[in-house]
């Protein structure tokens, strides 16, 4: 397994490089690193960029008419003025963006660099990091979900290196390494799609077998837990500060109910199905279901109180909630908008 990760990735990570990284962290500047050490290169065709104003970003009017790279599977979006090269690096495909811009100090303000190669020992990113770690200068900050997929967030603590953000696909099985800093970063990972075919996309059956956010799994739309054993797991969790979930919720069973639609722009539906849970007392709350790592699971969930939500409308980013007046209350309709993963009461 070390000789295969060797093969693709070269034994220093970022060494060879290092220098560099120091010396633009003394300056007080932003620097680059490459995380390989390098064979022979050869300088490959930069394939086309194309204009793609159909794809939502961010903040769509700012995004809309930025360029469009593709390759591998993957998908974003990056300013007009950003300049690449690709080349490749024994099995490895890299794809340089550096901004014309440069700082006081002569170096370019903002840097991305998205890198692929096979994944020849299919491996697990777990697997991947536990041998790449033995000798890289990274260190592992955190976890984050892009485009449905989780990534190993990777910093070299106190300098002023790139972030790494690490991921592995699976079909075709890469590992994708992207290295950046400077402002637009955000809004660059933000239009980030990973195309892996039709498994990318939610199924009903999948929702139906999914998990809540305390990583309970729903088995065909329920999960009822004996009353003692939950109350246990969940006085050990409010004492650690956790999320605290249902110990009884039943999906809807109506087709018409799970609206599958795209919420954030990454190209991968969202999934939004209405629930009765059983807590204190029973009540109404509406669940968002999202592809994480080929599992369906809650990100969020807003409740109703003792009535029930319905989604009535979705257009792109808000989502319209007929509340029905339950017990006596008088219905009424309620707005959302998706922000960072949550739906936010307008």
């Known amino acids: ?11 220093q990570g970022f060494a060879n490089i290092l ?10 500047a932003l620097g680059y690193v490459t995380w390989v050490r390098k064979p022979a290169t ?19 009017d700012e995004t809309a008419n930025w360029k469009m790279y593709s390759a591998a599977g993957i998908q974003f979006k990056y300013p007009n003025e950003w300049q690449l090269e690709t080349k490749k690096v024994g099995v490895r495909t890299e794809v340089t963006f550096i901004t014309p ?46 485009a449905g997929v989780t990534a190993y967030v ?7 290196a790139p972030i790494r953000y690490v991921f592995i696909t699976k079909s075709p099985s890469l590992i994708i390494d992207i290295a950046a800093v400077g402002e637009s970063i955000e809004r660059v990972l933000a239009t980030l799609r990973v195309n892996e075919g039709a498994g990318a996309q939610l199924t009903k059956e999948q929702v139906l077998n999914g998990f809540d956010q305390c990583g309970i799994q729903f088995k065909n739309g329920q999960i009822s837990w004996n009353m003692d054993e939950y109350q ?27 609206i599958f639609s795209d ?11 209405p629930a009765r849970v059983v807590a204190a007392s029973s009540g109404g709350v509406l669940y968002v279901f999202k592809n994480v790592n080929s599992v369906a699971k809650v990100i969020n969930t807003i409740s109703f109180g003792k009535n029930n939500g319905l989604v009535v409308s979705v257009n792109k980013d808000i989502v319209v909630v007929q509340i029905d007046g339950a017990m006596g209350y008088t219905p009424k309709k309620e707005t959302y908008k998706f922000v960072s993963g949550k739906l936010i009461k307008q």
């Open 101 to 146: 811009k440069k700082g006081i100090d002569g170096l370019s303000t903002e840097i991305f660099k998205f890198s692929y190669a096979p994944n020849q020992g299919g491996l697990t990113l777990k697997e991947w990091w536990a041998e790449v770690s033995k000798t890289d200068i990274y260190k592992k900050d955190s976890e984050k979900i892009l």
């Open 232 to 258: 246990k797991w969940e006085l050990a969790r409010y004492k650690e500060g956790k999320e605290t979930c249902s110990p009884n919720a039943s999906l809807s069973e109506k087709n018409n109910e799970f």
């Open 19 to 28: 220098l560099i990284v120091l010396v633009v962290a003394l300056a007080g």
């Open 42 to 60: 050869e300088i490959v065709s930069t394939p086309t960029p194309t204009s793609s104003p159909n794809l939502q970003g961010v903040s769509g």
């Open 1 to 11: 397994m070390k000789n295969i990760i060797r093969q693709a990735y070269g034994k």
């Open 263 to 273: 919420l954030d722009g990454d190209g991968i539906n969202e999934v939004l199905v």
């Open 154 to 160: 990777l910093q070299i603590p106190s300098t002023g």
